[in-house]
């Protein structure tokens, strides 16, 4: 979808990522990097909630119906005289007015925009029928040398590149990354997916804070994330503390769900990282292992693993450990066995204070 056709009507994954944004007064917008975007609105130089909230609720109004560029800047407007808002950058001329409200009306639809498409093209029914992304280069005004070399680079949607290479990349960016079917591969004159490429890297220091970023050559700074990533990790993990205290049946019902829910899938397949609950042991598990949590989780790294060791085992099949862990019979080094689409595995447990780690070996 064209970003052009964000502005003319609502688009429900965009609209629910920007409504989750917390509204956070910044002096600058590098004022918090990355992944704190995705959960943070700002205007770099609002200082004051309500100026930051009338703007956040303006735009959620723009995501939600549609609004243009017109109607939200009379909402600018009036926001800015009652408020009292003055001094800000680009208030002293009229170009610098229009760079200022198309940067703030612009820049939020298209990454909220990137974090929608992020959730779509993640979908675990989506990656099984195009599980390759497309970089598309669209900036005709100002193209960016780096932009226009990445131009119809296609690789698996799991690959390295996509955590920090997913746009926008920088203010103005136009660039978008689309889903592709192994037969699309043919449709652009490739016969597999490109090699990841060689990423040069280079230092930006903050100039109020001096905390210096490692960032890719060609990425703005604090544009070297994927948008609406990290908002699933963060679901995750607040999921996984509310677990390790709830009582044990109750949190038994908890992992279920996730076990079975896309959530899982997208971990299975790679599109996030961290780690995942698979089951919950018993009280008496707990005391015969020694662990101070009754969370078993399975690490991003043990996932992997388990592709190279049984690589037609399905993220399906992987479900059943979740009744199958508080029955198994674990010895005091935390060894035993699970059954597996009708295969005998050897696993391992091991006590951690985050959880217990599952591996299967």
Same mark, same amino acid.
Request: proline letters at 5%.
């Given at each position: 979808?064209?970003?052009?056709?964000?502005?003319?009507?609502?688009?429900?994954?965009?609209?629910?990522?920007?409504?989750?944004?917390?509204?956070?007064?910044?002096?600058?917008?590098?004022?918090?990097?990355?992944?704190?975007?995705?959960?943070?609105?700002?205007?770099? !130089?609002?200082? #004051?909630? %309500?100026?930051?909230?009338?703007? *956040?609720?303006?735009?959620?109004?723009?995501?939600?119906? @549609?609004? +243009?560029?017109?109607?939200?800047?009379?909402?600018?407007?009036?926001?800015?005289?009652?408020?009292?808002?003055?001094?800000?950058?680009?208030?002293?001329?009229?170009?610098?007015?229009?760079?200022?409200?198309?940067?703030?009306?612009?820049?939020?639809?298209?990454?909220?925009?990137?974090?929608?498409?992020?959730?779509?093209?993640?979908?675990?029914?989506?990656?099984?029928?195009?599980?390759?992304?497309?970089?598309?280069?669209?900036?005709?005004?100002?193209?960016?040398?780096?932009?226009?070399?990445?131009?119809?680079?296609?690789?698996?949607?799991?690959?390295?590149?996509?955590?920090?290479?997913?746009?926008?990349?920088?203010?103005?960016?136009?660039?978008?990354?689309?889903?592709?079917?192994?037969?699309?591969?043919?449709?652009? !004159?490739?016969? #597999?997916? %490109?090699?990841?490429?060689?990423? *040069?890297?280079?230092?930006?220091?903050?100039?109020?804070? @001096?905390? +210096?970023?490692?960032?890719?050559?060609?990425?703005?700074?604090?544009?070297?994330?994927?948008?609406?990533?990290?908002?699933?990790?963060?679901?995750?993990?607040?999921?996984?503390?509310?677990?390790?205290?709830?009582?044990?049946?109750?949190?038994?019902?908890?992992?279920?769900?996730?076990?079975?829910?896309?959530?899982?899938?997208?971990?299975?397949?790679?599109?996030?990282?961290?780690?995942?609950?698979?089951?919950?042991?018993?009280?008496?598990?707990?005391?015969?292992?020694?662990?101070?949590?009754?969370?078993?989780?399975?690490?991003?790294?043990?996932?992997?693993?388990?592709?190279?060791?049984?690589?037609?085992?399905?993220?399906?099949?992987?479900?059943?450990?979740?009744?199958?862990?508080?029955?198994?019979?674990?010895?005091?080094?935390?060894?035993?066995?699970?059954?597996?689409?009708?295969? *005998?595995?050897?696993?391992?447990?091991?006590?951690?204070?985050?959880?217990?780690?599952?591996?299967?070996?």
């Amino acid at each position: 979808m064209a970003i052009k056709a964000v502005f003319n009507r609502s688009f429900r994954n965009q609209s629910d990522y920007f409504r989750q944004k917390l509204a956070i007064p910044t002096e600058r917008w590098d004022d918090i990097m990355k992944e704190q975007h995705d959960h943070a609105f700002v205007v770099a !130089g609002a200082m #004051k909630a %309500d100026l930051l909230n009338d703007f *956040k609720k303006t735009l959620q109004q723009v995501l939600d119906d @549609g609004k +243009s560029i017109n109607w939200f800047r009379q909402n600018f407007d009036d926001i800015v005289q009652k408020q009292g808002w003055k001094g800000w950058k680009g208030s002293d001329s009229d170009s610098g007015y229009a760079w200022r409200t198309n940067l703030i009306y612009s820049q939020n639809l298209r990454s909220s925009h990137a974090a929608g498409r992020f959730e779509q093209m993640t979908d675990p029914d989506v990656l099984e029928q195009r599980p390759y992304w497309r970089y598309v280069h669209r900036s005709v005004l100002f193209p960016r040398e780096e932009h226009q070399k990445w131009h119809n680079l296609i690789l698996p949607a799991d690959d390295p590149f996509w955590d920090e290479h997913y746009p926008p990349q920088g203010f103005g960016c136009d660039c978008i990354v689309e889903s592709c079917s192994k037969r699309d591969l043919a449709k652009y !004159g490739k016969a #597999k997916p %490109d090699r990841s490429p060689v990423i *040069k890297r280079y230092t930006y220091t903050n100039p109020e804070t @001096g905390e +210096s970023h490692s960032i890719p050559e060609g990425v703005s700074p604090g544009f070297n994330y994927a948008p609406g990533r990290s908002a699933t990790i963060l679901a995750l993990q607040a999921q996984m503390q509310k677990i390790a205290s709830l009582d044990n049946a109750i949190a038994s019902k908890n992992v279920d769900k996730l076990v079975n829910s896309d959530v899982f899938l997208k971990f299975y397949d790679g599109q996030l990282s961290g780690q995942f609950p698979v089951s919950v042991l018993t009280p008496e598990k707990m005391q015969q292992l020694s662990a101070r949590n009754q969370m078993v989780v399975m690490t991003r790294k043990a996932i992997q693993q388990l592709h190279e060791r049984y690589p037609a085992l399905t993220a399906h099949e992987l479900r059943a450990i979740q009744q199958q862990i508080p029955n198994v019979q674990w010895d005091k080094k935390g060894m035993g066995s699970i059954l597996l689409n009708g295969n *005998k595995m050897p696993a391992k447990l091991t006590t951690k204070a985050s959880g217990v780690e599952l591996e299967l070996l």
